[in-house]
Every structure is written in structure tokens, then in C-alpha cells.
């Protein structure tokens, strides 16, 4: 395999317990080095970590040179047995018992994931000192745990930071961004190739260009591992319509963080959603009106941004009516409609809607108000016996209305006491004010 670094050149080729280097500089012969070892599997170890060490330096595999290795221990394919073990992993990825029986099966087959899972499952017992020998682990096998994706990992011996989280042997949760010189649906693609990632149960991805975001879509689209759970995208782009095939494909996802600039919304089924954020700089009304069309039933938490403080938003209060007037979401309790303009109508409506009674937090951050609306929303305290929190925009925010209100909800809080808001100079690629962006995902 030949890999190229700043005009440098660096082959690596095994034969048995032989290992031959040569390296130099671009268009040059380069110098050759022969390495013996005592036996094949000395080499193999050998090999894998010379590799890695080179990939820590920056060193990529040329253009010319793109097959994939074939990896020092042949991944097992599932016979029946595993098959049975894996399939009871899918259907609860929190079972630490069936990973630790898959994993028995691992070890068995000569898979570095059947140790690892056993580490990992030692480390987490009380006054355990098995740390240690998971970091080791991983960097002894990390071309094989890795593959192409150890360049993105600082440290390969931490198991929980960014950009990958093990748990119970495997990739748990994945969080990564754009990088320059790879293009991100690509590292995404490599991730969910991986047999590391079979059982990921959380995808966090940050792109910067529309072709890398609509990548990443079609990626899940048609390979979503059946185990995931969390899904959240943040594009710096126009991603114009996400269509049902997306969401089938993810058929047991609980949490979904979507922001982009704009988007459109079609046939959104998530029945098994338990916390949904949309975000946007204009929120489309095609989109507001599937959100309020879509089936919830055991939706607990809904946030949607309209628009930032530097836009306006496509949709109206005519394609959210429909949600607030449902009665069919009983687990809802959490509903933030921030950046809303016609915030004062859905309060209106709301003060007569059976979905008041089961909010605990209503949130109208950076919303249009008037005084009636106001009152009206005091004169119809009753309808509101479990609100907890009620943010309003500072500007409406006074002891006078905080004694008004003060029926309605416990707290009645201004939208100055929360973060700052910096998603629209996020979103368009632009420094933030105050040095940092503030999208926490969906786990903020």
C-alpha cells in the first residue's frame, strides 16, 4: 500500500513474517528497508502499527492506491449462532448481557471486538482497574477496530471522546464534522461500512456544504444500522425536500435534531420519536405543516425555530393550527416554538386547547406578542395546571406581567436568561459574536 504526505512517499508491503518499506520523497526511487520477524503474526502486529504511525502523520493513501487493505484479522461473518446473538443486540443495544455473550462468540472467531467488549464491561465495575487495558486495546488493534478512520482520532487509547464513543466493544456514538482534504459523506459512508459501527446507536454529524449534507441523507437513506436511536444533522446549507424513504429507514428512532438554513419536510413518520428539534433559518411552511401532521404518539418533547432575529419565516400560523389542536399526543409535555411571529395566536389557541393541560414547558423565545394576548393567556390560567416554565421575550417580561401570569405557569422566565442564540451566524458559516457557536445538538 503507498500513502503520500507532504511530497514524501511511504510503501508498505508484507509477505508472510517479511516486511518491506520504501519511502522518499515524490518522484524520487525512495529507500528500500527489509524487516524480518519471527513469525506471520509478529509481522501482522508489526505492519499494523507502522501503518498507524504513519497515518498519525498525516500520511493518506495515494490516489492511485485506493483498495482497501485486506485487514489483519479477516472480520467473522455471522453464521446462525451469531447471526441469533446479533439480532438480540438490535433489538435492545442497552443489553450489556447480549453483547457479552456476542462477545464470547467474537473471541471465539478471532475478533479483537470479542476482548474488547470484556474490558469494556470489567472497566465499568466498581474499584475496577481495567481502564488501562481497554486503551491498550484499542491502540494494539486500532487498524483493525479503526481501519481508515484512526486518522480522525487524536488519542485511539480514549474510548469515550470525540469522534467515536465505545461502548460494550463497538462504536456507541459517533460525532463528526467537516474536515479539510475529506469529504464528509465519505467518512460517514466508511463509518457505517465498518463492522465497528453495526450496532451505532448515535450519529451526530456537522456539514458545512449542501452536496456533503444530501450525501449524508442518501447514506442513511439506504444504510442506517437498525440499532440507531439518535440522529442529528446540522448543515450549513439549503437542503431542500428530506422525504419519507429517510425516516423508514430509521425505524426505531427516539431523538431528532434537524438544522439547516431551509428545508422541506414530506411523509415525516417517526412513531417512535420521544424528542424532535427542527431548526431553521426560515422554517418552510411545508415543513411546520408535516411536523403537525405527522403521527406522535409517544412524542414528549417538540422544539421548532421559525427564524433567527436576522430572518422571517416562510410559514404561518395556519400551518401549525392543526398540532395544536390535536389530541392524540398524549406524551407531549415540552413544546418550544422559538423565533415565532405569530406566537400571540398560538397562545390564543392554545388557552382552549386540551394539549394545555399536559405542558410542563412553553416556550415562546423571540416571539411577537401584544398585552391581550397576554391577558388572555392569564384569563385561562385554569387551562394550564402542570405549566412549569413559560418563557416570553424579555421586552414582555416585567414584574407587573410576572404577577399576571404568575397563575399561569410557576415560572414565568425571560428569553434573556437562556443561551444565546447565534444559530443564523452559525448556519451561514459567519464568526459568532461571542467566539463560539451555540447549537448543543439534542442533547443540550
Not at 12 to 26: C, E, P
Not at 173 to 187: C, P, T
Not at 196 to 203: G, H, I, R, W
Not at 252 to 263: H, I, P, Q, T, V
Request: contains cysteine.
Amino acid at each position: 500500500m503507498r500513502y503520500e504526505h507532504a511530497g514524501r512517499f511511504w510503501t508498505i508491503t508484507r509477505v508472510g513474517s517479511v516486511i518491506t518499506i520504501i519511502s522518499g520523497k515524490l518522484g524520487n526511487k525512495g529507500r528500500t528497508v527489509v524487516k524480518h520477524h519471527p513469525n506471520e503474526g509478529a509481522a501482522i502486529s508489526a505492519h499494523d502499527q507502522l501503518v498507524l504511525e504513519k497515518q498519525r502523520e498525516g500520511y493518506r493513501i495515494a490516489d492511485g492506491d485506493r483498495a482497501p487493505a485486506t485487514p489483519a484479522v479477516v472480520v467473522p461473518a455471522d453464521d446462525e449462532r451469531g447471526a441469533a446473538l446479533a439480532a438480540a443486540i438490535v433489538a435492545d443495544p442497552d443489553d450489556a448481557q447480549a453483547f457479552a455473550v456476542y462477545g464470547d462468540w467474537l473471541q471465539k472467531h478471532g475478533d479483537p471486538r470479542g476482548e474488547l467488549i470484556a474490558l469494556q464491561q470489567a472497566a465499568t465495575m466498581p474499584g475496577s482497574k481495567a481502564a488501562a487495558a481497554v486503551g491498550k486495546h484499542l491502540a494494539q488493534h486500532a487498524p483493525h477496530l479503526l481501519g481508515p478512520l484512526a486518522p480522525l482520532v487524536r488519542d485511539v487509547r480514549v474510548p469515550d471522546a470525540p469522534p467515536f464513543f465505545w461502548r460494550n466493544g463497538f462504536i456507541r456514538r459517533a460525532e463528526l464534522a467537516s474536515v479539510k482534504g475529506r469529504a464528509l459523506d465519505d467518512i460517514v459512508a466508511q463509518l457505517l461500512a465498518h463492522p465497528s459501527a453495526k450496532f451505532l446507536v448515535e450519529l451526530a454529524v456537522r456539514a458545512n456544504e449542501r452536496k456533503e449534507a444530501r450525501g449524508i441523507l442518501e447514506l442513511v437513506e439506504h444504510g442506517a444500522p437498525p440499532t440507531l436511536r439518535e440522529f442529528d444533522l446540522f448543515a450549513r446549507a439549503n437542503l431542500d425536500r428530506i422525504g419519507g424513504a429517510v425516516w423508514r429507514a430509521m425505524p426505531k428512532l427516539e431523538r431528532l435534531g434537524l438544522a439547516a438554513r431551509a428545508y422541506e419536510l414530506a411523509d415525516v413518520s417517526i412513531p417512535t420519536l420521544r424528542r424532535g428539534k427542527f431548526l431553521a433559518t426560515s422554517m418552510s411552511s411545508e415543513a411546520v405543516a408535516a411536523i403537525a401532521a405527522a403521527p406522535w404518539p409517544v412524542l414528549e418533547r417538540l422544539e421548532i425555530r421559525f427564524c433567527g432575529v436576522r430572518g422571517a419565516a416562510e410559514a404561518d400560523f395556519h400551518d401549525l393550527r392543526p398540532l395544536l389542536l390535536r389530541t392524540d399526543m398524549p406524551a407531549l409535555t415540552h413544546l418550544k416554538l422559538r423565533g415565532c411571529a405569530f406566537a400571540g395566536a398560538v397562545a390564543r389557541t392554545l388557552a382552549a386547547a386540551p394539549l394545555a393541560r399536559q405542558l410542563h414547558v412553553l416556550d415562546f423565545s423571540a416571539g411577537d406578542f401584544s398585552p391581550q394576548d397576554l391577558s388572555l393567556l392569564a384569563a385561562h390560567a385554569s387551562n394550564f395546571p402542570n405549566l412549569r416554565e413559560l418563557w416570553l421575550p424579555y421586552t414582555y417580561v416585567n414584574p407587573n406581567v410576572e404577577k399576571l401570569l404568575a397563575p399561569v405557569a410557576k415560572r414565568v422566565i425571560p428569553d434573556s436568561k437562556g443561551p444565546v442564540d447565534t444559530l443564523d451566524y452559525d448556519l451561514a458559516g459567519e464568526l459568532v459574536p461571542r467566539g463560539e457557536d451555540r447549537y448543543g445538538g439534542i442533547r443540550e
